[in-house]
């Protein structure tokens, strides 16, 4: 709604004037024009279009920053939390796997067997999250932008990613596990 500047006093008023120059040369020129218009009114200070965005959306892209900071944080706390668990079941399972070695299993099928209980697990744990993102979402609706709150490809996405990650911390222990000599494995128990 317009209303004119006597009318509603404001302490700051801005001027856009659209050039092909830089700032800097046509500031002079504009501090010029609005002192011969008006000598009492300051020209406090000249910033191109380009700096008022970038200073509008600063904090919230300091905010998209910091999100995204504490996500790959709980990224990374999710992949050692995996790796740690997995480290522990392959050695509660040194006995079991020994066995399984002596009895004839080869490498690949202890890699399989141990990163495929690993992926079972996360399996569980992302359907479990995934179904509750879903649920909560809804909730969450009035502060999604330009994101659907049962958006697919967001899903899928972080369902894939989390995948990767725990294919990539799986696979240390599943590798130790396929290094574990069968007759120690046997003789330590």
Same mark, same amino acid.
């Given at each position: 709604?317009?209303?004119?500047?006597?009318?509603?006093?404001?302490?700051?008023?801005?001027?856009?004037?659209?050039?092909?120059?830089?700032?800097?040369?046509?500031?002079?020129?504009?501090?010029?024009?609005?002192?011969?218009?008006?000598?009492?009114?300051?020209?406090?200070?000249?910033?191109? #279009?380009?700096? *008022?965005?970038? $200073?509008?959306?600063? /904090?919230?892209?300091?905010?998209? %920053? !910091?999100? @995204?900071?504490?996500?790959?944080?709980?990224?990374?706390?999710?992949?050692?939390?995996?790796?740690?668990?997995?480290?522990?079941?392959?050695?509660?399972?040194?006995?079991?796997?020994?066995?399984?070695?002596?009895?004839?299993?080869?490498?690949?099928?202890?890699?399989?067997?141990?990163?495929?209980?690993?992926?079972?697990?996360?399996?569980?744990?992302? #359907?479990?999250? *995934?179904?509750? $993102?879903?649920?909560? /979402?809804?909730?969450?609706?009035? %502060? !999604?932008? @330009?994101?659907?709150?049962?958006?697919?490809?967001?899903?899928?996405?972080?369902?894939?990613?989390?995948?990767?990650?725990?294919?990539?911390?799986?696979?240390?222990?599943?590798?130790?596990?396929?290094?574990?000599?069968?007759?120690?494995?046997?003789?330590?128990?």
């Amino acid at each position: 709604m317009y209303a004119p500047h006597a009318q509603v006093g404001m302490e700051e008023m801005a001027v856009v004037a659209r050039t092909g120059l830089d700032a800097a040369a046509v500031g002079p020129a504009i501090r010029t024009i609005a002192k011969g218009l008006d000598a009492g009114v300051p020209v406090s200070e000249i910033r191109t #279009l380009g700096d *008022v965005r970038s $200073a509008s959306i600063s /904090s919230d892209r300091f905010r998209t %920053l !910091l999100v @995204g900071t504490f996500a790959l944080l709980a990224l990374a706390l999710a992949a050692i939390g995996i790796y740690g668990v997995i480290s522990y079941g392959v050695a509660q399972r040194s006995r079991e796997i020994g066995i399984r070695m002596a009895l004839g299993a080869r490498p690949p099928e202890i890699l399989r067997l141990v990163v495929g209980d690993g992926m079972l697990t996360v399996a569980v744990g992302v #359907l479990v999250g *995934v179904m509750a $993102a879903a649920g909560l /979402s809804r909730f969450l609706e009035s %502060l !999604l932008y @330009g994101v659907e709150p049962h958006d697919p490809t967001t899903f899928i996405g972080v369902t894939l990613l989390i995948g990767v990650v725990a294919l990539a911390a799986s696979v240390i222990p599943a590798r130790r596990a396929v290094r574990v000599d069968p007759v120690v494995a046997l003789r330590s128990e």
